[in-house]
């Protein structure tokens, strides 16, 4: 549970892959989510890019995230590793409201806000 469980943290139904690349600069290693897309998910990166600019936009903290140049994967850093390289624990909205993945996308906003601020503490805050 220690060694794998903690660290393969990034839920969803859409298909991802979980880099670690390392800069060229620093020598540090980065952690980076990537998502493509077929046709059970059209325009997949898209759709995640811009849902991200939205959410930057409203002045939320976001994590870096990019759209590649032939806009077919949206990559973004993941906000579930520490500088430290410790993993944070978080929860899918599905656990949270208590759906099979495949009734993901059954809810509605005003719920999603309720459960928010059911379990969600407003004084920790972390910075992305």
């Given at each position: 549970?220690?060694?794998?469980?903690?660290?393969?943290?990034?839920s969803g139904?859409?298909?991802?892959?979980?880099?670690?690349?390392?800069?060229?600069?620093?020598?540090?290693?980065?952690?980076?989510?990537?998502?493509?897309?077929?046709?059970?998910?059209?325009?997949?990166?898209?759709?995640?890019?811009?849902?991200?600019?939205?959410?930057?936009?409203?002045?939320?903290?976001t994590?870096?995230?990019?759209?590649?140049?032939?806009l077919?994967?949206?990559i973004?850093k993941?906000?579930?590793?520490?500088?430290?390289?410790?993993?944070?624990?978080?929860?899918?909205?599905?656990?949270?409201?208590?759906?099979?993945?495949?009734?993901?996308?059954?809810?509605?906003?005003?719920?999603?806000?309720?459960?928010?601020?059911?379990?969600?503490?407003?004084?920790?805050?972390?910075?992305?």
């Open positions: 549970m220690q060694k794998f469980a903690i660290r393969s943290g990034v139904v859409q298909p991802k892959l979980l880099l670690t690349a390392q800069n060229k600069t620093t020598m540090a290693f980065e952690h980076y989510i990537v998502k493509s897309w077929e046709s059970s998910y059209p325009q997949l990166a898209l759709n995640e890019y811009f849902c991200m600019r939205a959410v930057k936009n409203a002045n939320l903290p994590p870096e995230f990019y759209l590649s140049d032939d077919s994967m949206f973004m993941r906000f579930d590793v520490q500088d430290n390289g410790e993993y944070l624990g978080f929860e899918d909205m599905c656990v949270l409201t208590a759906r099979a993945t495949d009734e993901k996308y059954n809810g509605s906003y005003e719920e999603v806000v309720r459960v928010i601020k059911d379990v969600v503490n407003p004084t920790k805050k972390k910075n992305l």
